[in-house]
């Protein structure tokens, strides 16, 4: 049976112990020399150091998809990362108008998260006023942030 130990910049990890070292959402303050101590009961052995240096997300969310139900009666808004959760519920970031028109859509109440990812979701859904079988939609979104350390919004409309 062997034990283990991480350690970063010569410093313990409190609860490193497995296999295994993982940081699932990465900040700048991550960055280090990382070591792990193996042990059984009759020696041990201190890996190779493996420097990690984590650089600062710049790179704002982008709308990558939206989709209404078959019930006609919400949209489905995907994200291409993990975006910040008060951000992406906010009714008033969004705007879905008739393809063509100015018939603006109603969204009734805040959006519900989906689509979970290491950190976070990456989906939100809406419910809106009754959609128009056979019609297309504009969905436009504004103000919508990532969850980096310094959050980058996603480009105006």
Known sequence: ??????????????????????????????????????????????????????????????????????????????FDEVVDPVTAVNAANYSIVQTGTANQLSIFGNGTLTGAAPGGFTRVIFQTAPQTSGQNYTVTVNNVRDIAATPNTIAAN
Do not use: C, H, M
């Open 1 to 78: 049976s062997f034990f283990y130990q991480w350690y970063k910049d010569g410093i313990i990890i409190p609860d490193a112990n497995g296999r295994e070292f993982t940081l699932p959402l990465p900040k700048l303050e991550d960055s280090g020399n990382y070591t792990v101590v193996v042990r059984n009961l009759f020696s041990q052995d201190t890996s190779a150091e493996a420097a990690v240096t984590v650089t600062p997300d710049a790179v704002a969310p982008t709308l990558v998809r939206a989709v209404g139900s078959s019930s006609f009666n919400t949209v489905t808004i995907w």
